[in-house]
């Protein structure tokens, strides 16, 4: 009686097996996201997305203090504007290696809603960018706790 092949399983199938650039890209890629070694937080995540886009809002809002001489010098408003930009860029650097860069980034609202005194249209988007930064700082812990429960669940 010879023996029957069988059909291929699921299981069977062989593991994808990625090229030595299509590796580099991977980690490349996971690591300007900010995973190490699968660990990752939402919190984190999105504080840096709120963070980068805020940064092209705080840029304009300098722009836009040089172009109608709110300030005298006029240069002024370029000075407020990329000194509170570098401060969001040092917020993005440290956003992932602890709650440094949280912190910076509630600094960074404080500071925004304070650009509403020499202009008060800023304050609008100020507390746009305020309320944005403060659900997702409450819905990425929420999410990051119950993944650690649920990590929990099934190591248990």
């Not at 609008?124 to 409450?138: D, E, H, N, R, S």
Request: hydrophobic share 55%; proline share 4%; charged share 15%.
């Amino acid at each position: 009686m010879t023996p029957v092949a069988s059909a291929p399983q699921p299981d069977d199938e062989p593991e994808l097996q990625l090229s030595p650039s299509e590796t580099m890209a991977h980690n490349s890629a996971m690591r300007l996201a900010g995973s190490r070694r699968g660990q990752r937080s939402t919190q984190k995540a999105l504080a840096s997305i709120v963070l980068g886009f805020e940064l092209i809002i705080v840029v304009l809002i300098g722009l836009t203090l040089f172009g109608l001489s709110v300030l005298e010098p006029r240069e002024l408003g370029l000075v407020i504007g990329g000194g509170l930009a570098a401060v969001i860029v040092l917020g993005l650097a440290t956003v992932r290696l602890g709650r440094v860069g949280i912190v910076i980034g509630w600094i960074v609202h404080a500071l925004m809603l304070g650009t509403a005194i020499l202009l008060p249209q800023a304050l609008i988007v100020g507390l746009l960018f305020t309320a944005l930064w403060i659900y997702c700082m409450v819905k990425g812990a929420q999410i990051d706790r119950a993944r650690l429960q649920w990590l929990a669940a099934q190591d248990g």
